[in-house]
């Protein structure tokens, strides 16, 4: 596949090597010759020091055969200027990165598909609905929907309170068992599990299940006593922490800590100040924290630019007696960090972006694909076509790839949980767990 990337930062720069690494034609265009450096010999790609405004620029990069072209600079004007450009010069698809997150709305779809824009991504909107969405239950790490809840995937972090530790998954998860445990996070390894594997303190284990069976799931994982999120703090008052504000349920109580005066004052013009205070201070200011009611708040979220700075606040929140903790952390090193020292859920927007991204290169249809970031691992939510080799046979016979498991599906609006003995049927909406391998491995199997 033949791919073009515009702009040489933290989101061009993840996808560039990342497509790169999966033998995807793959070329880098960014005006600056500093960024473009950065991407050493290692990752086979061509780089052009141009801008991406020109069309000569656009000639020289192929654009013509382009399957994709991907415009994520920060200038949301040049982004989708770019994409109209490329459009109409031959490429077959084009995602521009914006900043305004209301150009995202399903609603203008059409409007932007008209002038040469096939999808718009806004990183900190994506950012904001997982802290949003992980916020309705302190309990969990991660909480995924699929078809409004048809079917939820839980990312629990296990506790000596659990109940199903130590036992053989065989014996957990029978074919009429309420639950599947697609993968588990054993330490620093990632397993998709098999019946002798067993769940032990301090695993990060995958449960899929169906909306009525979430409380039978708390219970059996010993997190009953976990107290709801009511009241949340959030250090640093940038986007993502805006945006989240809206997102969040209105029974949740919201403190934002902004160290920047005029940010504070834009922050009341923009947010629903009847639910959500800004206050300027530091969010690290331990003082502060104790005035303004830490001790009776349920979860802390950590969005500054600096990763160190969100893990040890992060950290110090908890020490403070706070259950959920959750911390915006750009650098995968760090992330890898902050998750042995039990921050709880990481939130990484250029990760959230490439999923995204991700989804558009696949030729089955994809609802969905959704990056975990504690599990280096994909979910995606895949439509099997008629006639699809995913429908012939079940699922014990289709000679799924290793690292790669069936979580559940939704057939006519129910959801379903999947065995072995399952047949899958054209039309249904499949959950396919996928560690360590490439997503197209999987499409052929539902196209």
């Known amino acids: 596949m033949k791919i073009i990337i515009v702009g040489a930062y933290a989101i061009g720069t993840h996808l560039a090597k990342l497509l790169s690494r999966n033998n995807h034609d793959t070329v880098l265009i960014d005006s600056d010759e500093e960024r473009l450096s950065s991407i050493n010999s290692d990752y086979d790609l061509m780089t052009i020091q141009a801008s991406a405004s020109r069309l000569r620029t656009l000639k020289d990069a192929g654009v013509n055969g382009a399957d994709l072209f991907i415009a994520v600079t920060p200038d949301e004007n040049l982004n989708m200027n770019a994409c109209m450009l490329a459009k109409a010069l031959g490429a077959k698809r084009t995602v521009a990165k914006v900043d305004n997150f209301e150009y995202t709305d399903p609603k203008l779809r059409s409007v932007f598909n008209n002038v040469g824009i096939t999808s718009l991504i806004n990183p900190e909107n994506l950012a904001a609905y997982d802290i949003a969405n992980g916020l309705k239950m302190s309990w969990v ?15 629990i972090k296990l506790r000596d309170t659990c109940q199903v530790l130590n036992q053989p998954l065989k014996d957990l998860c029978k074919p009429e068992s309420p639950y599947h ?71 949740m109580k919201i403190k934002i800590f902004e160290s920047n005066e005029a940010r504070c004052e ?15 201070g530091d ?10 009611g830490i001790k ?7 969005l500054t630019g600096n990763a160190e700075t969100n893990i040890l606040a992060c950290l110090t929140a ?11 952390v750009e650098n995968f090193d760090y992330a890898s960090m902050a998750e042995s020292l039990d921050i709880g859920t990481i939130i990484n927007k250029k990760a959230l972006a490439a999923s995204h991204i991700y989804q558009m290169m696949l030729d089955a249809d994809v609802n969905n694909i959704h990056f975990l970031m504690s599990a280096n691992a994909d979910v995606a939510e895949f439509t099997a076509m008629p006639n699809s080799k995913v ?21 006519n609006g129910e959801g379903q949980l999947v065995s072995g003995g399952t047949q899958i049927q054209a039309g249904d909406s499949v959950v396919v767990f996928c560690h360590d391998i490439n997503m197209s491995k999987i499409e052929k199997f539902f196209k």
């Open 141 to 155: 790490r991660q909480r995924w929907e699929v078809h409004d809840g048809a079917l939820i995937m839980l990312g």
């Open 266 to 280: 834009q922050l009341n013009e923009i947010i629903d100040t009847d639910r959500a205070m800004v206050i300027h």
């Open 296 to 302: 009776n708040t349920q979860a802390f979220v950590a």
């Open 181 to 251: 445990i697609v993968a588990i996070k054993h330490g620093n390894e990632t397993i998709i599990p098999r019946g002798d594997d067993v769940l032990s303190l301090n695993d990060i284990a995958y449960f899929m299940t169906t909306r009525n069976y979430i409380p039978f799931i708390r219970k059996i994982v010993g997190k009953e006593h976990y107290v709801d999120v009511k009241n949340v703090m959030i250090m640093g008052g940038g986007a993502t922490a805006a945006r989240a504000t809206t997102l969040m349920p209105e029974y």
């Open 283 to 292: 969010g690290r200011d331990i003082g502060l924290l104790l005035e303004e």
């Open 318 to 328: 908890k020490r403070m007696g706070v259950r959920k903790t959750v911390a915006m």
């Open 391 to 411: 429908t012939r046979k079940r699922v014990f016979e289709l000679g799924l790839p290793k690292g790669t498991t069936i979580g559940g599906l939704v057939r």
